[in-house]
């Protein structure tokens, strides 16, 4: 009986190890060949966004306030923007808080700015009327013989203050429609009057 | 005492045992070919230099592109420049970036050839998209991504000692980057760097 069992034993452990040796030279002959390529990579980066600087000239003559030579520097990031600028004007007292009472132009103030270059929308944005290249600077909003004047006295213990709000966006690129461009989309309005197709020319 | 003598002595190559092996030895023999094969010996890789060596001549697969030139934010390729991958440092919503992958194939294979294409996205956003050109490539199981991307295979079988360039691979090749992409300095999910890769492979006809 126990030799039986062994005899039977031996045989299993023989086919088994047969089969496996037959496996083995199987698979070498229906295997087929592979050869794969180096990989062909591109790493891709969103642009990124940096907030533009004004650059500007703030003093006095005969005790009233004014500011010129107003312009903006965009960020330098690799892609050309719109830039469009708001100047908000308020009293501010001596303390620091704003007056309660805005100016107004015209009564407490003048303003003289670059029409070449820059248009008055109806939102009251100033808007540069062409793209500006990436790190690049505006022609000045109020140039150097221009001036946003102050002509009326000041409140009691205030004086005149300028602040210039600034907004750029990617000059290229459009809806995904292709409808509009970017700025028209985002501000609406096209500052150059121009569609601009972003990636491809 | 000697083994195999004992087992001569009694009769274990009788006709009973060896038709019993013999039995054992086809069924285990059709199972193990039928498992082992399907899973690893379906292919067996050139890629290795002592590999090529050994075995009959196969043919050279590689992927280029022509190079991206970026001026002024906009994308440009340059058809004089060949190159194995490219660097898109600025791309911005809304807008298409041009790149136009190809599949060269030397004619050294002494066999016909299948080719196959493995795209691989590593942290793409969805706002950029592109496709394959789906009237040469066809998306395929035949055979797993080495590198967990999407296999499709070409339409076309390369005969043997035939070369190609295979440029029909990205739908107008570009990709798009839709308008929702936004930088990393927005609060959503988009636009650290991110890699789109190419692989070809060159696999041997039925």
């Not at chain 1, 790493?43 to 005969?62: F, H, I, M, Q, R």
């Not at chain 1, 520097?73 to 892609?79: I, L, P, S, W």
């Not at chain 2, 001569?8 to 070919?33: E, P, R, W, Y």
């Not at chain 2, 079988?157 to 798009?176: F, K, M, Q, V, Y």
Request: with cysteine.
């Amino acid at each position: 009986m126990g030799a039986e069992r062994s005899k039977k034993r031996t045989v299993i452990v023989f086919a088994i190890v047969a089969a496996l040796l037959l496996t083995a030279v199987s698979a070498n002959i229906i295997a087929k060949y592979i050869k794969g390529s180096p990989a062909q990579e591109n790493t891709l980066k969103a642009g990124e966004y940096d907030a533009p600087s004004v650059s500007d000239n703030v003093d006095s003559e005969g005790g009233m306030f004014f500011k010129n030579n107003v312009a903006v520097t965009v960020g330098d990031e690799g892609y050309p923007v719109y830039v469009r600028a708001d100047l908000i004007v308020t009293w501010h007292t001596s303390g620091g808080y704003i007056y309660g009472q805005q100016p107004v132009e015209g009564t407490d103030y003048t303003l003289e700015y670059n029409t070449d270059d820059w248009t008055k929308g109806d939102d009251g944005w100033f808007y540069y009327t062409e793209a500006v290249q990436s790190g690049g600077t505006t022609a000045p909003l109020i140039g150097q013989t221009q001036k946003l004047s102050q002509i009326k006295a000041a409140p009691e213990g205030c004086t005149m203050h300028v602040e210039v709000i600034t907004e750029t966006i990617q000059a290229l690129g459009s809806t995904d429609d292709g409808s509009k461009t970017a700025v028209m989309d985002a501000w609406g309005t096209q500052p150059d009057d121009q569609q601009t197709e972003g990636g491809q020319p | 005492m000697n083994r195999f003598s004992d087992i001569k002595k009694d009769g274990f190559f009788t006709h009973q045992n060896m038709f019993k092996a013999a039995g054992i030895l086809v069924v285990l023999t059709l199972l193990s070919v039928w498992w082992v094969c399907g899973l690893f010996a379906k292919y067996k890789n050139l890629d290795e230099k002592n590999d090529v060596t050994s075995v009959a001549a196969f043919a050279q697969i590689s992927v280029h592109e022509h190079e991206a030139v970026l001026t002024n934010g906009v994308y440009t390729l340059d058809t004089d420049s060949v190159v194995e991958g490219n660097d898109y440092p600025v791309i911005l919503p809304g807008t298409m970036i041009p790149k136009d992958p190809f599949i060269i194939v030397t004619d050294s294979s002494e066999t016909a050839c299948e080719v196959y294409l493995e795209a691989v996205n590593v942290d793409k956003p969805r706002d950029v998209i592109y496709t394959i050109n789906g009237s040469s490539w066809l998306e395929t199981e035949d055979f797993a991504p080495r590198y967990g991307g999407t296999v499709y295979k070409y339409k076309d079988t390369l005969p043997a000692h035939t070369g190609a360039e295979i440029t029909d691979i990205l739908a107008g090749n570009r990709l798009i980057v839709k308008d929702s992409l936004k930088d990393k300095s927005q609060p959503t999910d988009n636009s650290n760097e991110f890699s789109i890769v190419f692989y070809a492979y060159l696999v041997q006809a039925d």
